[in-house]
Nanobody, 127 residues
Framework: QVQLVESGGGLVQAGGSLRLSCALS????????MGWFRQAPGKEREFVAA????????NYADFVKDRFTISRDNAKITVYLQMNTLKPEDTAVYYC????????????????????WGQGTQVTVSS
């Protein structure tokens, strides 16, 4: 059973930064592509960023390009989301997700393609 635990959310002023972390347990980390998604109140869950299990490829939603960076540390079995220049519209619950992938370059952005999810961490950006 794959378990994901996020941390690092909180309250920050617009223009500030946060780093989210997600630790995976229960399986070999190397076989899993990892993604970050977010869900704001009254909205559907949306893709933010993904990284392949090889770490060689990343994928970002247009609204976070050049502001957010996804990375992974396979030795620590952890994936990170560095969020800079935060905006009030980035306010949401952020979820970490994992998908076992055969391709070392898989970085899917579809919610339904990720069977494993963390509990979420709240990010609030004040104006």
């Amino acid at each position: 059973q794959v378990q994901l635990v996020e941390s690092g959310g909180g309250l920050v002023q617009a223009g500030g930064s946060l780093r989210l972390s997600c630790a995976l347990s229960g399986r070999t980390f190397n076989n899993y592509a990892m993604g970050w998604f977010r869900q704001a109140p009254g909205k559907e869950r949306e893709f933010v960023a993904a990284i392949s299990w090889s770490g060689l490829k990343t994928n970002y939603a247009d609204f976070v390009k050049d502001r957010f960076t996804i990375s992974r540390d396979n030795a620590k079995i952890t994936v990170y989301l560095q969020m800079n220049t935060l905006k009030p519209e980035d306010t949401a619950v952020y979820y970490c997700a994992a998908a076992r992938a055969t391709s070392p370059l898989y970085t899917g952005g579809v919610v339904e393609d990720y069977p494993y999810w963390g509990q979420g961490t709240q990010v609030t950006v004040s104006s």
